[in-house]
């Protein structure tokens, strides 16, 4: 009787380990992130590039011909005060449709967190000179005059100018630069983070974010193309517009 009684116990024992590995296997999963691109209300896709349809806050009229930009550093916070960090990157692309979802490597407990976040462009313990092989075969270096490391954005295109003659802009955000050449100084941290909220993450769980991509040009800083259009890179001024713009343009749209 105490064999057969030991017996079931230890049968009890197996299944109910088996459940909970179970239960553990899918209390965790990947992230996943989609990005889409307006400008105002109106979608952009790469079938909108090289065409002057798009007029800024203050009256330039201009094309897109390039957007791509670099998110790191998600994280997620629990109520607990509990942070989770995923140390990956990925370069977002207009261009190539394969880059506007991503996945992470990084498997994250399911449930409730208070707050999830991600940096754009990198930290500046993460923009280390030439460590990223795919970011430097995207040519996505910045000059060691500039202090090395790599990109935040690239937004090229052309703009009317205020002879009516149609120019390039290459609205491209990095650190902050200033004293270009053997020793430069940086007057401000540019990257920035951005926090989609509160977040509830289930098995399948879809973050869909918009970049409005006309708020580069407005908000705070209501930005003329004929002051500043090239050669943005080393003044570290612009960048800081840059900086301040950019706190308004991502946005948490749905979580499916």
């Known amino acids: 009787m105490k064999l057969q009684l030991t017996l079931l116990i230890f049968t009890l024992s197996l299944f109910g380990c088996s459940s909970d590995n179970k239960d553990n296997v899918l209390a965790t999963a990947p992230i996943n992130l989609t990005f889409a691109h307006k400008w105002g209300d109106a979608l952009v896709t790469n079938e909108d590039f090289n065409n002057i349809q798009f007029t800024n806050a203050y009256g330039n009229e201009l094309s897109i011909e390039r957007l791509r930009y ?8 629990k109520a607990s005060g509990d942070v989770t960090t995923l140390d ?28 999830v976040s991600f940096i754009f462009g990198f930290t500046n313990e993460d923009n280390g000179d030439g460590i990223y092989p795919e970011l430097n075969s995207a040519s996505w270096n910045v000059p060691a005059m500039l202090g090395g490391g790599y990109h935040y954005m690239q937004l090229d295109g052309k703009f009317v100018n205020s002879t009516g003659a149609q120019a390039g802009y290459n609205y491209h955000a990095i650190r902050a630069t ?6 430069p ?15 509830t993450l289930s098995e399948n769980t879809q973050i869909n974010i918009e970049m409005d991509i006309s708020q580069w040009f407005e908000n705070p800083y209501l930005w003329d193309l004929n002051e500043y259009n090239q050669m943005l890179m080393p003044n570290s001024a612009a960048q800081i517009l840059m900086f301040n713009n950019g706190q308004n343009v991502f946005n948490l749209v749905s979580v499916e």
């Open 178 to 183: 200033d004293n270009p050449g053997p020793n």
């Open 70 to 77: 670099l998110i790191s550093k998600i994280q997620l916070t």
């Open 88 to 115: 990956e990157y990925t370069l977002v692309d207009l261009e190539n449709e394969s880059t506007l979802n991503f996945s992470s490597n990084q498997s994250v407990s399911l449930g409730e967190y208070t707050k």
């Open 185 to 199: 100084s940086f007057p401000q941290d540019t990257f920035f983070e951005i926090n989609l909220g509160a977040i």
